[in-house]
Protein backbone atom coordinates (compact mmCIF):
# COMPACT_ATOMS: atom_id res chain seq x y z
CA UNK A 1 0.00 0.00 0.00
CA UNK A 2 1.51 3.38 -0.41
CA UNK A 3 2.72 5.53 2.23
CA UNK A 4 0.48 8.08 3.53
CA UNK A 5 1.70 11.08 5.14
CA UNK A 6 -0.19 14.55 6.43
CA UNK A 7 1.24 18.19 6.54
CA UNK A 8 0.06 20.96 8.05
CA UNK A 9 1.11 25.03 8.99
CA UNK A 10 0.36 26.40 12.60
CA UNK A 11 0.63 29.24 14.44
CA UNK A 12 1.22 32.74 12.64
CA UNK A 13 1.80 32.41 8.94
CA UNK A 14 5.22 34.11 7.54
CA UNK A 15 6.92 33.82 4.15
CA UNK A 16 8.17 30.07 3.25
CA UNK A 17 5.95 28.24 4.47
CA UNK A 18 4.42 26.87 0.64
CA UNK A 19 8.10 26.19 -0.31
CA UNK A 20 8.17 23.96 2.74
CA UNK A 21 4.71 22.02 1.80
CA UNK A 22 5.79 22.04 -2.13
CA UNK A 23 9.35 20.43 -0.94
CA UNK A 24 7.41 17.85 1.26
CA UNK A 25 5.50 17.29 -1.84
CA UNK A 26 7.70 16.85 -4.14
CA UNK A 27 10.09 14.54 -1.75
CA UNK A 28 7.07 12.56 -0.50
CA UNK A 29 6.16 11.64 -4.24
CA UNK A 30 9.13 10.76 -5.70
CA UNK A 31 8.94 8.17 -2.76
CA UNK A 32 5.99 7.20 -3.83
CA UNK A 33 3.69 8.64 -1.21
CA UNK A 34 0.86 10.37 -0.57
CA UNK A 35 0.40 13.60 0.84
CA UNK A 36 -2.40 14.96 2.27
CA UNK A 37 -2.83 18.59 3.50
CA UNK A 38 -4.54 19.22 6.73
CA UNK A 39 -6.39 22.48 6.81
CA UNK A 40 -5.71 25.50 9.08
CA UNK A 41 -3.69 23.87 11.55
CA UNK A 42 -5.18 21.70 14.54
CA UNK A 43 -8.63 23.44 13.71
CA UNK A 44 -9.15 21.12 10.51
CA UNK A 45 -8.80 17.83 12.52
CA UNK A 46 -11.17 18.89 15.22
CA UNK A 47 -14.94 17.84 14.72
CA UNK A 48 -17.07 15.17 12.55
CA UNK A 49 -14.90 14.75 10.02
CA UNK A 50 -11.00 16.00 8.90
CA UNK A 51 -10.57 19.06 6.92
CA UNK A 52 -7.89 18.79 4.32
CA UNK A 53 -6.77 18.29 0.44
CA UNK A 54 -4.69 15.90 -1.20
CA UNK A 55 -1.65 17.69 -2.34
CA UNK A 56 -0.79 16.50 -5.80
CA UNK A 57 2.47 17.33 -7.75
CA UNK A 58 0.71 19.01 -10.47
CA UNK A 59 -0.40 21.62 -8.38
CA UNK A 60 3.30 22.13 -6.77
CA UNK A 61 4.90 23.34 -10.11
CA UNK A 62 6.80 26.03 -8.88
CA UNK A 63 4.35 28.78 -8.47
CA UNK A 64 3.23 28.25 -5.02
CA UNK A 65 6.54 28.03 -3.44
CA UNK A 66 7.11 31.76 -4.71
CA UNK A 67 4.05 33.22 -2.81
CA UNK A 68 3.90 34.05 0.83
CA UNK A 69 1.11 33.19 3.55
CA UNK A 70 0.40 29.02 3.42
CA UNK A 71 -1.95 27.65 0.96
CA UNK A 72 -2.93 25.22 3.82
CA UNK A 73 -3.95 28.05 6.47
CA UNK A 74 -3.02 28.58 9.71
CA UNK A 75 -4.45 29.72 13.49
CA UNK A 76 -2.70 31.09 16.31
CA UNK A 77 -5.35 30.50 18.39
CA UNK A 78 -7.40 27.69 20.01
CA UNK A 79 -4.86 25.53 22.13
CA UNK A 80 -6.59 22.15 21.71
CA UNK A 81 -6.18 21.18 25.06
CA UNK A 82 -7.48 24.01 26.35
CA UNK A 83 -9.74 25.23 23.30
CA UNK A 84 -12.44 27.68 24.01
CA UNK A 85 -16.43 27.03 23.33
CA UNK A 86 -19.05 28.92 22.50
CA UNK A 87 -20.58 29.07 25.60
CA UNK A 88 -17.24 30.93 27.32
CA UNK A 89 -15.88 27.20 28.46
CA UNK A 90 -12.79 25.69 27.83
CA UNK A 91 -12.70 21.73 26.60
CA UNK A 92 -9.53 19.74 26.09
CA UNK A 93 -10.44 18.80 22.43
CA UNK A 94 -7.04 16.59 21.68
CA UNK A 95 -9.17 13.68 21.25
CA UNK A 96 -11.31 14.70 17.79
CA UNK A 97 -7.56 15.75 16.90
CA UNK A 98 -6.11 11.81 16.98
CA UNK A 99 -9.70 10.23 16.43
CA UNK A 100 -9.04 12.70 12.62
CA UNK A 101 -5.70 11.80 12.05
CA UNK A 102 -6.37 8.11 12.69
CA UNK A 103 -9.76 8.43 9.89
CA UNK A 104 -6.79 9.38 7.60
CA UNK A 105 -4.78 6.82 7.81
CA UNK A 106 -1.84 8.42 7.95
CA UNK A 107 1.32 6.89 8.67
CA UNK A 108 3.06 10.48 9.58
CA UNK A 109 2.74 13.69 10.25
CA UNK A 110 4.94 16.97 9.63
CA UNK A 111 4.09 19.73 11.74
CA UNK A 112 5.45 22.94 10.62
CA UNK A 113 5.47 25.64 13.56
CA UNK A 114 6.86 27.86 16.32
CA UNK A 115 8.21 26.57 19.89
CA UNK A 116 4.27 26.66 20.82
CA UNK A 117 2.76 24.91 18.23
CA UNK A 118 5.40 22.18 18.55
CA UNK A 119 4.91 21.84 21.90
CA UNK A 120 0.88 21.11 21.80
CA UNK A 121 1.39 18.92 18.40
CA UNK A 122 4.17 16.75 20.06
CA UNK A 123 1.53 16.27 23.32
CA UNK A 124 -1.18 15.32 21.29
CA UNK A 125 1.38 13.47 19.04
CA UNK A 126 2.58 11.51 22.28
CA UNK A 127 -1.04 11.13 23.50
CA UNK A 128 -2.21 9.40 20.27
CA UNK A 129 0.57 7.33 19.46
CA UNK A 130 1.25 9.43 16.60
CA UNK A 131 4.41 10.03 14.37
CA UNK A 132 5.39 13.67 13.95
CA UNK A 133 8.69 15.63 12.31
CA UNK A 134 8.52 19.26 12.83
CA UNK A 135 10.39 21.82 10.85
CA UNK A 136 10.62 25.34 12.77
CA UNK A 137 8.87 28.63 11.64
CA UNK A 138 8.71 31.69 12.84
CA UNK A 139 9.52 35.36 11.88
CA UNK A 140 10.17 35.98 15.72
CA UNK A 141 13.47 33.44 15.69
CA UNK A 142 12.96 32.61 18.73
CA UNK A 143 13.37 28.82 18.78
CA UNK A 144 16.08 27.25 20.22
CA UNK A 145 19.08 24.80 19.06
CA UNK A 146 18.42 26.24 15.29
CA UNK A 147 20.30 29.07 13.65
CA UNK A 148 17.43 30.49 12.20
CA UNK A 149 13.69 29.35 11.59
CA UNK A 150 11.70 29.44 8.22
CA UNK A 151 10.30 33.16 7.81
CA UNK A 152 13.01 35.56 9.70
CA UNK A 153 14.95 36.12 7.05
CA UNK A 154 12.13 37.39 4.80
CA UNK A 155 11.23 39.43 8.25
CA UNK A 156 14.75 41.01 8.73
CA UNK A 157 14.34 42.15 4.65
CA UNK A 158 11.23 43.55 4.85
CA UNK A 159 12.35 45.49 7.73
CA UNK A 160 15.46 46.40 6.21
CA UNK A 161 13.64 47.65 3.21
CA UNK A 162 11.57 49.75 5.39
CA UNK A 163 14.50 51.51 7.17
CA UNK A 164 15.52 52.34 3.80
CA UNK A 165 12.58 54.30 2.62
CA UNK A 166 12.53 55.74 6.14
CA UNK A 167 15.65 57.31 5.99
CA UNK A 168 15.49 59.44 3.28
CA UNK A 169 12.33 61.38 4.29
CA UNK A 170 14.01 61.53 7.88
CA UNK A 171 16.93 63.56 6.52
CA UNK A 172 14.18 65.56 4.47
CA UNK A 173 12.52 66.53 7.33
CA UNK A 174 15.10 66.40 10.07
CA UNK A 175 12.77 64.17 12.43
CA UNK A 176 13.90 60.46 14.12
CA UNK A 177 11.97 58.03 12.45
CA UNK A 178 11.29 55.02 14.65
CA UNK A 179 10.29 51.80 13.14
CA UNK A 180 8.45 49.26 15.27
CA UNK A 181 8.83 45.68 14.40
CA UNK A 182 8.02 42.39 15.47
CA UNK A 183 9.36 39.50 17.06
CA UNK A 184 7.63 39.11 20.21
CA UNK A 185 9.77 38.84 23.43
CA UNK A 186 12.99 38.20 20.96
CA UNK A 187 14.93 41.09 19.65
CA UNK A 188 16.34 39.20 16.57
CA UNK A 189 14.35 41.27 13.99
CA UNK A 190 15.20 44.71 14.96
CA UNK A 191 18.87 43.65 15.43
CA UNK A 192 19.31 42.75 12.50
CA UNK A 193 17.47 44.87 10.61
CA UNK A 194 18.71 47.64 12.71
CA UNK A 195 22.09 47.27 11.84
CA UNK A 196 21.77 46.07 7.69
CA UNK A 197 19.19 48.99 7.53
CA UNK A 198 21.69 51.75 9.34
CA UNK A 199 19.65 52.71 12.20
CA UNK A 200 21.32 54.87 14.85
CA UNK A 201 19.85 53.43 17.76
CA UNK A 202 18.83 49.97 18.19
CA UNK A 203 16.02 49.15 20.97
CA UNK A 204 15.47 45.29 22.05
CA UNK A 205 13.72 43.97 24.89
CA UNK A 206 16.97 42.17 25.61
CA UNK A 207 18.52 45.16 26.64
CA UNK A 208 17.21 47.35 28.83
CA UNK A 209 17.41 51.22 27.77
CA UNK A 210 17.67 54.45 29.69
CA UNK A 211 15.58 56.99 29.06
CA UNK A 212 18.26 59.76 29.57
CA UNK A 213 20.26 58.18 27.82
CA UNK A 214 18.32 57.54 25.11
CA UNK A 215 17.51 61.34 24.91
CA UNK A 216 21.37 62.21 25.10
CA UNK A 217 22.39 60.01 22.58
CA UNK A 218 19.26 61.50 20.32
CA UNK A 219 20.48 65.27 20.54
CA UNK A 220 23.86 64.32 19.91
CA UNK A 221 22.98 62.70 16.47
CA UNK A 222 20.72 65.78 15.83
CA UNK A 223 23.78 68.10 16.50
CA UNK A 224 26.78 65.89 14.97
CA UNK A 225 25.09 64.54 11.86
CA UNK A 226 22.28 65.02 9.43
CA UNK A 227 20.04 66.25 11.58
CA UNK A 228 18.38 63.20 11.54
CA UNK A 229 18.05 59.75 13.15
CA UNK A 230 16.71 56.52 12.61
CA UNK A 231 15.37 54.06 15.18
CA UNK A 232 14.15 50.37 15.44
CA UNK A 233 12.74 49.30 17.92
CA UNK A 234 10.81 45.64 18.72
CA UNK A 235 7.32 45.51 19.65
CA UNK A 236 7.58 44.35 23.46
CA UNK A 237 10.41 46.85 24.66
CA UNK A 238 8.56 48.39 27.72
CA UNK A 239 8.00 51.67 29.28
CA UNK A 240 11.41 52.79 30.90
CA UNK A 241 8.89 52.02 33.98
CA UNK A 242 9.06 48.18 33.02
CA UNK A 243 5.13 48.63 31.92
CA UNK A 244 4.44 46.73 28.79
CA UNK A 245 2.83 48.87 26.20
CA UNK A 246 -0.33 46.21 24.65
CA UNK A 247 -2.84 46.79 22.75
CA UNK A 248 -6.26 45.20 23.61
CA UNK A 249 -9.07 43.98 20.93
CA UNK A 250 -13.03 43.92 21.23
CA UNK A 251 -12.58 40.54 22.68
CA UNK A 252 -10.39 41.51 25.73
CA UNK A 253 -7.28 39.91 24.27
CA UNK A 254 -4.02 41.28 24.59
CA UNK A 255 -1.09 41.75 22.25
CA UNK A 256 1.69 43.71 21.84
CA UNK A 257 1.76 46.99 20.25
CA UNK A 258 2.04 51.01 20.79
CA UNK A 259 5.89 51.16 22.20
CA UNK A 260 7.10 53.23 18.64
CA UNK A 261 4.29 55.98 19.66
CA UNK A 262 5.01 56.32 22.81
CA UNK A 263 8.67 56.66 22.24
CA UNK A 264 8.00 59.31 19.85
CA UNK A 265 5.55 61.12 22.01
CA UNK A 266 8.23 61.14 24.56
CA UNK A 267 11.24 62.04 22.31
CA UNK A 268 8.84 65.44 21.24
CA UNK A 269 7.87 66.23 24.29
CA UNK A 270 11.22 66.37 26.18
CA UNK A 271 13.71 67.50 23.11
CA UNK A 272 11.83 69.58 21.18
CA UNK A 273 12.80 66.85 18.11
CA UNK A 274 10.23 65.60 15.59
CA UNK A 275 9.39 62.09 15.85
CA UNK A 276 7.33 59.87 13.97
CA UNK A 277 6.37 56.28 14.01
CA UNK A 278 5.94 53.70 11.21
CA UNK A 279 4.50 49.93 12.57
CA UNK A 280 5.56 47.46 10.33
CA UNK A 281 3.10 44.95 11.25
CA UNK A 282 2.19 42.19 9.29
CA UNK A 283 4.05 43.11 5.64
CA UNK A 284 6.76 41.43 7.37
CA UNK A 285 5.11 37.88 7.48
CA UNK A 286 3.20 38.39 3.91
CA UNK A 287 6.36 38.68 1.92
CA UNK A 288 7.44 36.24 -1.35
CA UNK A 289 10.36 34.39 0.71
CA UNK A 290 13.89 35.55 0.25
CA UNK A 291 16.09 33.21 -1.49
CA UNK A 292 17.91 32.16 1.95
CA UNK A 293 14.31 31.19 3.63
CA UNK A 294 13.35 29.03 0.33
CA UNK A 295 16.49 27.34 0.05
CA UNK A 296 16.75 26.58 4.10
CA UNK A 297 12.62 25.79 3.75
CA UNK A 298 13.59 23.04 0.75
CA UNK A 299 16.07 21.70 2.45
CA UNK A 300 14.05 21.46 5.95
CA UNK A 301 10.97 19.64 4.12
CA UNK A 302 13.82 17.11 2.23
CA UNK A 303 14.97 16.20 5.44
CA UNK A 304 11.59 15.99 7.22
CA UNK A 305 10.60 13.54 4.22
CA UNK A 306 13.98 11.17 4.67
CA UNK A 307 13.22 10.91 8.68
CA UNK A 308 10.02 9.67 8.11
CA UNK A 309 10.99 7.14 5.48
CA UNK A 310 13.73 6.22 8.00
CA UNK A 311 11.45 6.18 10.94
CA UNK A 312 13.07 8.91 13.05
CA UNK A 313 10.10 10.39 14.59
CA UNK A 314 9.46 12.97 17.19
CA UNK A 315 12.38 14.96 15.46
CA UNK A 316 12.91 18.64 14.39
CA UNK A 317 14.98 19.71 12.02
CA UNK A 318 17.17 22.52 12.38
CA UNK A 319 19.49 24.82 10.88
CA UNK A 320 23.44 24.15 11.59
CA UNK A 321 26.61 25.77 9.91
CA UNK A 322 24.69 25.49 6.76
CA UNK A 323 23.68 22.47 7.20
CA UNK A 324 20.39 20.40 8.04
CA UNK A 325 20.62 18.15 11.12
CA UNK A 326 17.51 17.19 13.55
CA UNK A 327 17.40 16.85 17.16
CA UNK A 328 14.56 15.69 19.68
CA UNK A 329 11.75 18.10 19.52
CA UNK A 330 11.70 18.38 23.25
CA UNK A 331 14.86 20.03 22.88
CA UNK A 332 14.09 22.51 20.79
CA UNK A 333 11.09 23.30 22.71
CA UNK A 334 13.35 23.66 26.10
CA UNK A 335 15.69 26.01 24.85
CA UNK A 336 14.00 29.64 23.88
CA UNK A 337 16.26 32.00 22.10
CA UNK A 338 16.51 35.44 22.96
CA UNK A 339 19.48 37.68 21.88
CA UNK A 340 22.34 36.60 23.89
CA UNK A 341 24.37 39.55 24.97
CA UNK A 342 27.32 37.81 23.35
CA UNK A 343 25.69 37.44 19.89
CA UNK A 344 28.34 38.92 17.49
CA UNK A 345 25.57 41.32 16.13
CA UNK A 346 25.13 42.92 19.49
CA UNK A 347 28.88 43.30 19.56
CA UNK A 348 28.88 44.34 15.72
CA UNK A 349 26.30 47.28 16.30
CA UNK A 350 28.22 48.68 19.77
CA UNK A 351 31.58 48.47 17.18
CA UNK A 352 29.40 50.70 14.62
CA UNK A 353 28.36 53.43 17.30
CA UNK A 354 24.65 52.36 17.57
CA UNK A 355 23.20 52.81 20.35
CA UNK A 356 21.21 49.96 22.44
CA UNK A 357 19.81 52.90 25.02
CA UNK A 358 21.85 51.91 27.56
O1 LIG B 1 4.93 35.13 16.42
C1 LIG B 1 4.82 35.79 15.20
C2 LIG B 1 4.16 37.13 15.36
O2 LIG B 1 4.14 37.77 14.10
C3 LIG B 1 4.80 38.03 16.42
O3 LIG B 1 5.99 38.62 15.98
C4 LIG B 1 3.67 38.99 16.70
O4 LIG B 1 3.77 39.54 17.99
C5 LIG B 1 2.45 38.11 16.57
O5 LIG B 1 2.82 36.99 15.79
C6 LIG B 1 1.26 38.78 15.95
O6 LIG B 1 0.18 37.89 15.98
P1 LIG B 1 -1.20 38.14 15.23
O7 LIG B 1 -1.04 37.60 13.82
O8 LIG B 1 -2.17 37.34 16.03
O9 LIG B 1 -1.47 39.60 15.23
Known amino acids: MTKKIGILTSGGDCAGLNAVIHSVVHAAHHKGWEVLGILDGTAGLLGESPQYKTLSLDEFDGNIMRRGGTILGTTNKGDPFHYP ?31 GSHDILRRICQQGGINMVGIPKTIDNDIGETEASVGYDTAV ?20 MILEVMGRDAGHIALSAGIAGGADIILIP ?40 MVTDSTGAQRYGGIGTYLAEQITARSNIEARTTVLGHVQRGSPPTYRDRLMAMAFGVKAVDLIATGQFDRMVTWKNRNVVDIPISDAIAAYHAVSMDDIMVHTARSLGISFGD
Not at 90 to 111: S, V
Not at 226 to 237: D, L, R, W, Y
Open 85 to 115: MADGTHQDRTEEIIANYNKLGLEAIIGIGGD
Open 157 to 176: MVATEALDRLQPTAASHDRI
Open 206 to 245: EIQYDMDKLLARINDIEKRTQNSAIMIVSEAVKAPDGQKI
